[in-house]
Nanobody, 127 residues
Framework: QAQLRESGGGLVQAGTSLRLSCLYS????????VAWFRQAPGKEREWIGC????????YTAESVKGRFTVSKDSAKWTVYLQMNNLKFEDTAVYYC????????????????????WGQGTQVTVSP
């Protein structure tokens, strides 16, 4: 059974940076794509970005492109979300999710494709 654990959230001021980590544990062949989503109070879940354990490409949603970057350390089974120039509207619970499938930016936004989810980490950005 795959397990995901996010860390790195917190309270920060607008304009600063934060890096989230998503540590995967479980069988190596159980998952191939890892994605980041976020959900703010009263809003729908939003896809942020994704990557695969074996590929060299990471995809980022247009809404955060240029400020957020997805990266990975496959040896550590960890996926990162680097968030720069944070804005108040970035306040949300951030989740990482994993899927057995190989997905690119066309499919990653579909949260139903991801069977494994972490508990989420809160990011609060003060104005």
């Amino acid at each position: 059974q795959a397990q995901l654990r996010e860390s790195g959230g917190g309270l920060v001021q607008a304009g600063t940076s934060l890096r989230l980590s998503c540590l995967y544990s479980g069988r190596a062949e159980s998952t191939n794509t890892v994605a980041w989503f976020r959900q703010a109070p009263g809003k729908e879940r939003e896809w942020i970005g994704c990557t695969t354990w074996t590929g060299n490409t990471a995809y980022t949603a247009e809404s955060v492109k240029g400020r957020f970057t997805v990266s990975k350390d496959s040896a550590k089974w960890t996926v990162y979300l680097q968030m720069n120039n944070l804005k108040f509207e970035d306040t949300a619970v951030y989740y990482c999710a994993a899927s057995r499938g190989y997905y690119n930016e066309r499919w990653c936004p579909d949260a139903s494709l991801f069977a494994f989810w972490g508990q989420g980490t809160q990011v609060t950005v003060s104005p």
